[in-house]
């Protein structure tokens, strides 16, 4: 009687918990929180420093060690993973999760467009708010001359093209045919919570970016727009607060 009881109760919680769930769905979200904690706690330059850096300690370029650890490892948890799940894992193909060129016209047009509405933004920022000249470049060593800053913008470029499939390819896309035009809002909730120690301008202003390239990404079916705008706007940042230092 008892283990009648106890196997109709868990068929009544998995009918009212379960019911309803499909696979992709389940591995894009649940996959998505594993995969913030896997970055937050091995793509940090808090990992390199605590186990790594004993052996770059005496290199005359170690100030940038961590940085690359950080850009390259990034696009292990947040580009290299994730795609491994979207195909594996899920019914679709990785180019259904943005990863395609698709309406070029409006996509590389759109970016130009939004970068060079930005400019004056940064130029503003950089001017009112002496916490972004403090701030960027992140690494200091990386402005000193252009052979470092070069190589260091194109691992800063890989970082932000991974952080763009993460939300705007992996997540915004294996939501959508869930969530439809909502799954814009859903992955700019992460989003914007992962800019919590940027200034607070930035912080705020990354709720609209993630509104804005989630729609984006959704009108040109790629997040590799986005990506270039993410890029161009910080390498940006990074020149001007360079010159006017």
């Not at 904690?37 to 940038?64: C, K, M, P, V």
């Not at 990785?94 to 698709?102: N, T």
């Not at 439809?180 to 709720?207: D, R, W």
């Amino acid at each position: 009687m008892i283990g009648e009881t106890a196997t109709a109760w868990l068929e009544e919680k998995k009918r009212k918990y379960l019911y309803g769930l499909d696979r992709q769905t389940t591995m894009v979200m649940l996959g998505s929180a594993l995969l913030l904690i896997l970055y937050r706690t091995y793509s940090r330059r808090r990992f390199f420093h605590t186990h790594f850096a004993d052996n770059f300690g005496d290199h005359a370029l170690w100030e940038l060690y961590p940085y690359y650890y950080w850009f390259l490892s990034t696009a292990v948890t947040l580009l290299l993973i994730p795609a491994l799940v979207a195909i594996f894992g899920t019914n679709q193909k990785i180019r259904d999760y943005g990863f395609r060129l698709s309406n070029g016209k409006l996509g590389w047009g759109l970016a130009a467009a939004v970068w060079a509405l930005m400019v004056p933004c940064v130029i503003l920022a950089l001017q009112l708010f002496p916490a972004f000249q403090s701030k960027y470049p992140l690494c200091k060593l990386a402005g000193s001359r252009w052979q470092l800053f070069v190589p260091y913008e194109i691992a800063y470029g890989v970082y932000m093209f991974a952080w763009e499939f993460f939300f705007r390819g992996f997540m915004l896309f294996g939501l959508e045919r869930k969530f439809g035009n909502n799954s814009i809002l859903i992955q700019t909730i992460p989003f914007a919570v992962m800019h919590y120690n940027k200034p607070l301008p930035e912080a705020i202003g990354s709720i609209f970016a993630g509104v804005f390239l989630g729609v984006f990404a959704l009108e040109t079916r790629s997040f590799i727009y986005g990506a270039a705008i993410h890029w161009f706007v910080a390498m940006t940042m990074d020149v001007l607060a360079v010159v006017w230092k």
